[in-house]
């Protein structure tokens, strides 16, 4: 049982940057994907970000490509979420997620742990 605590979320105008971070509460095989998906009030959750563990190439939601950058620290077995040139289309709450079986899936099925989000706002 892998959990996930993630942290960084604000309140920062358009065209800011935040970084959001995503702790393990194990350690995560190399197999793994961790991804970052965000649900903004009245829509379903989606996908934004992946990266996988052991080789760390990435894929993103066309939306936020050139925008965010998620990246990992082994030693610490946190993954990073860093969002620049934020809009207000990207205020929503943002969650990090797991897949221990490595498919490098945009589904919410295909990831097993989820932690319980953080709250990201951007004004106009």
């Known amino acids: 049982q892998v959990q996930l605590a993630e942290s960084g979320g604000g309140l920062v105008q358009a065209g800011g940057s935040l970084r959001l971070s995503c702790a393990a509460s194990?350690?995560?095989?190399?197999?793994?994907?961790m991804g970052w998906f965000r649900q903004a009030p009245g829509r379903e959750r989606e996908f934004v970000a992946a990266?996988?563990?052991?080789?760390?190439?990435?894929y993103y939601a066309d939306s936020v490509k050139g925008r965010f950058t998620i990246s990992r620290n082994n030693t610490e077995n946190t993954v990073y979420l860093q969002m620049n040139s934020l809009k207000p289309e990207d205020t929503a709450i943002y969650y990090c997620a797991a897949d221990r079986r490595g498919t490098m899936s945009t589904q919410i099925w295909a990831y097993d742990y989820w932690g319980q989000g953080t709250q990201v706002t951007v004004s106009s």
């Open positions: 194990a350690r995560t095989s190399s197999t793994y994907i």
């Open positions: 990266l996988k563990w052991n080789s760390g190439s990435t």
